[in-house]
């Protein structure tokens, strides 16, 4: 397409202004109209909790930029409180109405780009319409939620959702002083994660007081005589708040595209190729309205997050100026901050491969690294859970939380999954290294080595919820008293280091499941007894693994370092 065309977009915020930005950096001939039905063109929309909680002070930094900015550096036309409520498809016009004068009027376009974004859902119950249940997506939610905390100073709240906004939302009211509960319809938090990974997000949750009610969903709201708000739960409990917060995720916006004639996909948003075009060759969509497919799995998904809707609009602006560009497809990587913990993932979860029918081939490992050297003051454990391909080896996906660093080893993962990197790969990494940022042996080294031992048939791994039903010698290879604090039901304890001199205590005509702390000295130990032909495996990531699986972080244990 020619420079000098006309392109219009619909909606600002990530998507649709880094696209009108590249746009403009790619041609200077081209007459840009950005169309936003808001009053800010673009904003920090993932700071809003943080401005809630008095973290972020000022409303204005997180304006990202105006429109006056937009005009002047960019010679982009801006057009707040405006809507555009048709498409005319065939004359290529959109048709806009003023918010504030009910003007109409309709503007030629020859690229046009569907940003809208997505609404907030609000689950279908008595009462969600009351005053003092908020939704928070944009700045003028906030003002909202803001004025009511201030008018009614509220003591107590209640989220509704545990993902991202839930969470810190809940975070950051909690920092004001307001007793906090979460009502999560799922029998956890984040739900997109696993669930043995998110036990010490509980447990963190629950130390900062407060309330979880899991695996129960709201089935209604009423108003009380005081001002309050009393909430039925599906499970016949009733809740009372101050204050409601309803964080159970978003919607695509495609309601202009649908009655445009556009083709939406199964799961509701935007359906769009690689090149970020519509079913109409002069439309494009962009950010959390359209539906991207994996990266890993191939298959469509929503993924609204701001790092791809950003990415989306510069390709999107390439392919209208004559570039070719692509989308490689989503991966969802993300980190979340809850109180003193980070939770961070990048690819799918075990849950969702199983439900992809993806499952067969895979395969995990779990380990506990210290966030940086251990002689180094204030070294901190994570638990990191690793995803890859049986056949070969290729990463599929990985999760972590714990304190400082965990995001960092996502993105080097991400990166590796973004390449069709392998677990070899990671053995191989080279990452920088100082004590106070991590190990000579990096965590995503110490990850790749594990599943490059699983692979190359160095050790075979047994899973922590296959204990169970198994009939397995469990063998404990800790010292006698970490065993005395905690240990697993009818195992037997051997430490290791006696484990040469005591092997005749062990069954031949059994499989034996050897566990530690982390997994380090057990894999010893099943070395040791597979080249003395036992029928060992190891138990993947050790005693803190069992404990993420029994709802638990294992912080009594989590201070003593792996044996050497």
């Known amino acids: ?98 918010a504030e004068t009910q003007r109409r009027y309709r503007e030629k376009y020859d690229a046009l ?41 509220a003591g107590r709240a209640m989220v509704v959702g545990g993902g991202f906004i839930g969470l810190e939302m809940t975070e950051n009211l909690a920092g004001l002083g307001i007793e906090v509960s979460i009502a999560e319809m799922q029998q ?141 497809g989503g991966q969802g990587t993300m980190v979340c901050g809850v109180f003193d913990l980070r939770i961070a993932s990048t690819g799918p979860s075990e849950k969702a491969l199983k439900r992809a029918g993806l499952w067969e081939n895979c395969d995990k490992i779990y380990l506990h690294p210290s966030n940086h050297a251990t002689y180094y003051p204030g070294a901190k454990p994570m638990s990191l859970k690793l995803i890859f391909s049986k056949s070969d080896g290729r990463i599929m996906g990985a999760q972590a939380v714990g304190h400082d660093g965990v995001e960092k080893r996502i993105d080097v993962i991400s990166m590796a999954i973004q390449k069709n990197a392998t677990v070899f790969d990671l053995e191989e990494a080279e990452l920088s290294y100082a004590p106070q940022f991590g190990s000579a042996r990096d965590a995503v080294n110490m990850a790749g080595m594990i599943a490059a031992n699983v692979l190359r048939g160095d050790v075979r791994v047994a ?43 062990l069954p031949e005509d059994r499989e034996i499941w050897t566990y530690c702390l982390v997994g380090q000295r057990s894999y010893y130990a099943s070395r040791v007894l597979s080249q003395n032909r036992y029928d060992v495996k190891n138990l993947s990531g050790g005693y803190k693994t069992h404990l993420l699986w029994n709802g638990g972080n294992g912080s009594e244990e989590s201070k003593k370092a792996e044996q050497k």
């Open 1 to 98: 397409m020619k420079s000098g065309k006309r392109i219009i977009i619909i909606g600002g915020v990530a998507g649709g202004a880094s696209c009108a930005t590249r746009a403009r950096r790619l041609s200077e001939e081209a007459e840009i109209l950005l169309i936003e039905k808001g009053p800010y063109v673009s904003f920090a929309n993932c700071g809003l909790p943080y401005y809630v909680g008095n973290v972020i002070k000022r409303e204005d930094a997180l304006l990202v930029a105006t429109p006056a900015l937009f005009k002047k550096r960019f010679n982009i036309d801006v057009r707040l409180k405006s809507e555009v409520i048709s498409i005319d498809r065939e004359n290529s016009e959109v048709e806009i109405v003023e």
């Open 113 to 153: 780009v569907l940003s809208p974004g997505a609404s907030p859902i609000k689950p279908p119950v008595a009462g969600v319409d009351l005053p003092g249940i908020f939704t928070v997506r944009n700045i003028p939610d906030t003002r909202q939620v803001k004025g009511w905390l201030e008018k009614l100073n």
């Open 188 to 328: 956890q938090v984040m739900p997109l994660m696993d669930a043995e990974m998110i036990s010490p997000v509980h447990d963190e949750l629950r130390r900062h007081n407060v309330s979880l009610h899991l695996g129960d969903a709201v089935s209604g709201f009423d108003r009380l005589p005081d001002g309050s708000i009393s909430i039925q739960m599906r499970s016949g409990a009733k809740r009372t708040a101050d204050l409601v917060i309803l964080a159970v995720g978003v919607r695509p916006e495609t309601k202009l595209a649908r009655e445009s004639g556009l083709d939406i996909g199964e799961f509701g948003g935007i359906r769009v190729n690689d090149r970020m075009m519509t079913s109409d060759p002069k439309i494009w969509a962009v950010g959390d309205a359209v539906e991207v497919q994996d990266f890993v799995t191939g298959k469509w998904s929503l993924m609204p997050l701001a790092g791809p809707a950003n990415r989306q609009g510069r390709i999107a602006a390439d392919v209208i100026l004559g570039r070719d560009r692509t989308f490689r």
């Open 463 to 505: 899973q922590w919820e296959e204990l169970e039903n198994s009939e397995a010698f469990i063998l404990d290879v800790r010292n006698p008293s970490e065993f005395q604090k905690g240990h697993v039901e009818n195992a037997v304890n051997v430490p290791l280091n006696d484990l040469r001199s005591r092997m005749e205590e």
